[in-house]
């Protein structure tokens, strides 16, 4: 049978098995197996080289940011980052939303996961937010598209995936986001203020000059030991002092005395829960790894991404449309599976076509990160957005307009930028010689 046609079978066993509900890593191993029955896939030389690539010490930093941004969330580090927002545009109208938008960004800065900044803000903002006039369907959806700019905003897990699979800078993977996620966190921002004049909000009381100032070296005081922790992380990787997994091992080392003697929000067993629920997480995350990188190595042993690339090149060989059709794939692909398993799955595939037309896979990293992160928040998949509603608790008709208000005029002017101008997604990539 041919190599093609093989492909296409496994990966349709793979959407079938995803449209039933199956774990993911089960999805991945039946297509693995469509791929060793019906094709000539080395199927026992592929598991010893998925098993030696999980050995990467890149790898490493995964488990370790996860488990920092959930000490953060249960450590009241993430409290703190919010009243700090909040004293400077908390009496505008709208502003809570806006705080909502840059406190996610500033917790994307710190875990790099956008489950974890929704887990984070979502249970001290969207009650509060609600108790200001805000419908609570609204509160949530615009919490939880927030808080995918955790997957843009460095350092990101899914740039340290995409790094490691591309054999591309990390580093350069992480700046190459970092304009994208902050032009969404503008356009979030503004798309809530003029949704907001529709709202009947309740505001603070107006405040003298000198009651604004008390409170905000109140709270920027409280807030230094938490603001501290992007420094340490963004500064140690940008100035060259760390990498990536040193660096998300000193935010771990950095967050206990902080969340234990500072903030005093770590008790030993709410530390032991938030070391379970990162092991758990972690421990899904590798195995799903394993299982998708294996059936990404079939592929490229089995030259599917030079067929691909013949066959794309067969219906069009004009950059522009070719782009706006990869984008409208790789947004498919993340409405159905999460960004990591994207990543692992599509890159390998889609770099030989993208480098064909003249897009370099630093680029290519800001495309795949915007689409993924949209899709985090697109149903069918949208994992970050159920989350949101469980947290809001709120009923998905409630939340799936506003959502799709944000997505369009939020996510997809920017997936079509990043694609279309390069100079948003490698300006600070430049910047620091990449």
Do not use: H
């Not at 995803?18 to 199927?43: E, I, N």
């Not at 937010?129 to 700019?149: C, D, F, H, I, Q």
């Not at 993924?372 to 469980?390: D, N």
């Amino acid at each position: 049978m041919e190599i093609v046609t093989v492909s296409l079978l496994a990966l349709g066993v793979l959407v079938l098995m995803l449209s039933f509900g199956v774990p993911l890593p089960f999805c991945f191993g039946g297509a693995l197996m469509a791929m060793y029955y019906l094709g000539d896939a080395a199927m026992e030389g592929t598991m010893v080289w998925g098993y030696s690539q999980l050995a990467n010490p890149v790898l490493l930093c995964i488990p370790l940011f996860v488990f920092a941004g959930t000490i953060m969330s249960e450590s009241g580090i993430a409290a703190s980052l919010l009243n700090f927002v909040n004293v400077f545009v908390g009496r505008i109208r709208g502003g809570l939303g806006v705080v909502a938008s840059v406190s996610c960004a500033i917790i994307g800065a710190i875990s790099g996961s956008g489950l974890t900044g929704v887990a984070a803000t979502g249970p001290l903002l969207i009650p509060e937010m609600a108790e200001k006039g805000y419908p609570r369907g609204y509160a949530t959806a615009l919490v939880a598209n927030s808080s995918v700019l955790g997957l843009l905003i460095p350092p990101s897990v899914t740039m340290i995936i995409y790094g490691w699979v591309t054999d591309t800078s990390i580093l350069a993977c992480f700046l190459a986001t970092l304009g994208p996620g902050l032009f969404i966190t503008f356009l979030f921002s503004v798309v809530n203020l003029v949704m907001a004049r529709k709202f009947p909000l309740k505001l603070d009381p107006p405040s003298t000059k000198q009651e604004i100032l008390k409170e905000g070296i109140s709270c920027t005081s409280r807030a230094i030991p938490a603001l501290i922790m992007p420094l340490i992380i963004l500064g140690g990787i940008y100035g060259g002092i760390m990498t990536p997994t040193e660096a998300a091992a000193v935010a771990v080392i950095y967050a206990i005395p902080v969340g234990f003697l500072v903030y005093k929000g770590l008790s030993w067993e709410t530390f032991l829960k938030a070391a379970k629920s990162s092991a758990t997480a972690v421990g899904a995350i590798m195995v799903m790894i394993i299982f998708s990188l294996m059936l990404s190595q079939i592929f490229v042993m089995e030259d599917v991404p030079q067929a691909l690339v013949e066959g794309i090149f067969t219906i069009t060989d004009n950059k522009v449309l070719l782009l706006i059709l990869i984008n409208f794939l790789l947004f498919f692909v993340g409405m159905i599976v999460n960004d990591i398993t994207a990543i692992i799955l599509i890159a390998p595939l889609l770099l030989p076509l993208m480098e064909a037309i003249g897009v370099s896979p630093i680029q290519f990293a800001a495309i795949m990160g915007v689409n993924t992160a949209m899709g985090g928040v697109t149903p069918p998949y949208a994992s970050i957005l159920y989350l949101g509603i469980r947290i809001g608790k709120v009923e998905f008709s409630e939340v799936i307009k506003p959502a799709m208000i944000l997505i369009v005029c939020g996510y997809m002017p920017v997936v079509f930028l990043t694609s279309l101008w390069p100079d948003l997604s490698l300006f600070f990539p430049r910047l620091f010689g990449y």
